[in-house]
Nanobody, 125 residues
């Protein structure tokens, strides 16, 4: 089970950090990701981390602005969002898969088996 939190209202150019608590014994071998959905659009890949080698992947629209991280001891997943833009407004979801995903699959939402309930981020212009 995943529980996301940290969403809210922020002005354009500001920063916000999202958290996701995971009910798992360990993140070893896991693939962990954040996706987002804007009304009327499909869920979009934001960022992913592969625990086995700490490889990180980002969607083109958030690269160099967002950072995904994990605290295995606390079983927490984080998404630090800087330089926020109005187009970042969305419901953000954390997701996990208990195995290592190849880079070609790590941005696919159908590869993830567990999902959080989502947390709303609103960026005002």
């Amino acid at each position: 089970q995943l529980q996301a939190s940290g969403g809210g209202l922020v002005q354009a150019g500001g920063s916000l950090g999202l958290s996701c608590a995971a009910s798992v014994p360990t993140f070893n071998s896991y693939s962990i990701a954040w996706f987002r959905r804007t009304p009327g659009k499909e869920r979009e890949f934001v960022a992913a981390l592969r625990w086995s080698d700490s490889a990180r992947y980002y969607g083109d629209s958030v690269k160099d602005r967002f950072t995904i991280s994990v605290d295995n001891a606390k079983k927490m997943v984080y998404l630090q969002m800087n330089g926020l833009k109005p187009e970042d407004t969305a419901i953000y979801y954390c997701a996990t898969r208990s195995s290592r995903l190849l880079p070609a699959y790590i941005n696919r939402e159908d590869m993830y088996s567990s999902w959080g309930q989502g947390t709303l981020v609103t960026v005002s212009s």
